[in-house]
């Protein structure tokens, strides 16, 4: 599984610690933050372009989308949604795929593209996936955080099974963040559901910021920080521990233990 990193400012390098990227809007006017982007590009990393709806920053238009993924390079990008609500998910979709259609030629062909397996529980998610398999211009699954905190932790694990079952090579997985509520989710995932192929995440920096190794048996839930994007953090930032954190999830992604 690939590991994508998500640094607050003021430690945008840190995302060359990994090859592949979740390249967020949020953060798109940080030319640090897009100089780095560029340079992990320019080196042949896999980048994907979030959407803003989990930061409550969506782009609001297919044209805005689009443009802010070819200027970051973007492998994929990933498509509209509304959190919690499959039926408006999709129909953002749907209109995502029907504006691109009039937009200029550079767009079209240049871009995959990854649904959102949006719902209010597993039964919800399996809807949206099985309407996001419709549409051949859907690549990849992704597959929200928040789905663990209003159901049950291995509901991830769940609907990858569910998915590589029931849709055999038809697409590729992405876990779309990592939650504080489980924060060794990766490791079961990696021995579990190894074809997952990747997950983005904050948290070696979120549990670094409070002082937590994510190596500790059980660890409270810690969240991101509300200034975590606009408040530089590279003089208080404990970099042995953090080091420490990102070392434990690149542990956790080729885990070969079963995990209690």
């Not at 430690?11 to 982007?37: G, H, K, S, W």
């Not at 789905?147 to 876990?175: G, M």
């Not at 990766?186 to 910021?209: E, G, K």
Request: glycine share 4%; proline share 7%; with cysteine.
């Amino acid at each position: 599984m690939q590991l994508a990193l998500i640094p607050p400012k003021g430690l945008e390098a840190r995302l060359l610690d990994t090859t592949a990227q979740m390249a967020l809007p949020i953060v798109a006017q940080n030319p640090t933050y897009v100089q780095t982007i560029n340079a992990a590009k320019n080196r042949g990393d896999f980048i994907m372009m979030d959407n803003g709806a989990a930061e409550h920053m969506p782009i609001p238009t297919t044209k805005r989308l689009c443009t802010q993924a070819l200027l970051f390079g973007a492998d994929e990008v990933v498509l509209p949604d509304v959190l919690y609500d499959g039926p408006n998910t999709m129909q953002l979709t749907r209109q995502f795929f029907d504006e691109l259609k009039y937009l200029p030629i550079e767009f079209k062909g240049a871009l995959a593209f990854a649904g959102v397996a949006q719902g209010k529980n597993i039964n919800e998610a399996k809807v949206t996936i099985t309407e996001l398999a419709e549409i051949s211009s859907v690549d990849t699954i992704c597959l929200p955080r928040l789905l663990i905190s209003q159901q049950y932790k291995a509901i991830r694990i769940d609907l990858a099974d569910w998915i590589t079952e029931n849709f055999p090579d038809r697409f590729k997985i992405h876990l779309l963040g990592t939650s504080p509520v489980w924060p060794a989710e990766i490791q079961a995932v990696s021995r579990y559901a190894r074809y997952v192929r990747s997950v983005d995440t904050s948290l070696p920096f979120n549990y670094a910021i409070a002082g937590v190794p994510l190596a500790r048996k059980s660890v409270p839930p810690i969240h991101r920080p509300s200034t975590y994007f606009s408040e530089s953090w590279a003089r208080i930032m404990n970099y042995t521990l953090l080091q420490a954190n990102i070392n434990t999830m690149l542990e956790w992604l080729d885990a070969e233990a079963p995990v209690g």
